[in-house]
């Protein structure tokens, strides 16, 4: 069993930055791709980036690049998310998660393990 904890959101006016941190616990992530979803209120849960098991690949929507950089520290078993030049539209609840396989996934479904969400709220 992983247990993952999200830290780090909080109330940011547009054009800010924030860091997002995802600790894992229970047993090493380090073998596990890793990423992060959001949800708004009232839309589905949406994929934000990936990044596979030895930090070597990245993947990000396209809403999010350029702007948000995900990274790893294995040795941590620690996930971030830095996120740059907020906009009001990435207001939600931000998500790390632990997929089953060793490469970064775009979908939901490939990931075992959540964490409970750290809110994010970007104002204009």
């Known amino acids: 069993q992983v247990q993952l904890v999200e830290s780090g959101g909080g109330l940011v006016q547009a054009g800010g930055s924030l860091r997002l941190s995802c600790a894992a616990s229970?047993?090493?992530?380090?073998?596990?791709?890793m990423g992060w979803f959001r949800q708004a209120p009232g839309k589905e849960r949406e994929f934000v980036a990936a990044?596979?098991?030895?930090?070597?690949?990245?993947y990000y929507a396209d809403s999010v690049k350029g702007r948000f950089t995900i990274s790893r520290d294995n040795a941590k078993n620690t996930v971030y998310l830095q996120m740059n030049s907020l906009k009001p539209e990435d207001t939600a609840v931000y998500y790390c998660?632990?997929?089953?396989?060793?490469?970064?996934?775009?979908?939901?479904?490939?990931?075992?393990?959540w964490g409970q969400g750290t809110q994010v709220t970007v104002s204009s």
């Open positions: 229970g047993r090493t992530i380090s073998s596990n791709a």
């Open positions: 998660a632990a997929a089953r396989t060793r490469w970064g996934q775009t979908e939901g479904s490939q990931y075992d393990y």
């Open positions: 990044i596979s098991w030895s930090g070597g690949s990245t």
